[in-house]
């Protein structure tokens, strides 16, 4: 299955999938933002240092919310000495946003793209482009909620 996408500056992207039920995505990525996820444990570490003895601390999910708010009044982060430990995976990669688009993000639907159900699980570089991996069964390998006759995630209900 191959189908092609036309962003706003009339750059085409196409978008093949193969059979490991992926996405190859190939087009012109020469002016593309590629983002990255954030990894706490240097910072979250360093909080719990900090800490050490008191009562109530932040779980590590309240952290990571808690180490981007910003105070409009006083123009400061809560916490800018944690903030600034927050480092990039720089081994993954979760956005894609060639300039004009589309713009591709892991947890995103791919029904826009043709794909109706698959879902963006991560993105691999491949030699013509990206490789969107997606989301699959973990028993039969079947991507967008479709399983296999013997997986054992389908079940057969029988009322009596």
Not at 4 to 14: S, V
Not at 28 to 42: H, L, Q, V
Request: glycine share 8%.
């Amino acid at each position: 299955m191959k189908n092609t996408y036309k962003n706003r500056y009339g750059d085409e992207f196409t978008f093949t999938r193969d059979e490991n039920h992926d996405i190859l995505w190939e087009g012109n990525f020469e002016y593309c933002r590629i983002g990255m996820p954030n990894d706490y444990t240097r910072a979250y570490e360093a909080y719990l240092k900090d800490n050490d003895g008191k009562k109530s601390l932040m779980t590590l999910n309240q952290f990571k919310d808690a180490v981007h708010n910003y105070d409009d009044e006083t123009l400061t982060y809560d916490y800018p000495e944690y903030l600034k430990m927050v480092d990039s995976l720089t081994n993954e990669i979760d956005m894609i946003d060639p300039s004009g688009g589309p713009y591709i993000t892991r947890g995103m639907s791919m029904d826009s793209f043709g794909f109706k159900g698959y879902v963006v699980k991560d993105f691999q570089k491949a030699d013509t482009g990206m490789k969107i991996i997606t989301e699959k069964c973990a028993y039969c390998n079947q991507a967008a909620g479709i399983h296999k006759m013997g997986c054992e995630t389908r079940k057969i209900q029988i009322n009596l």
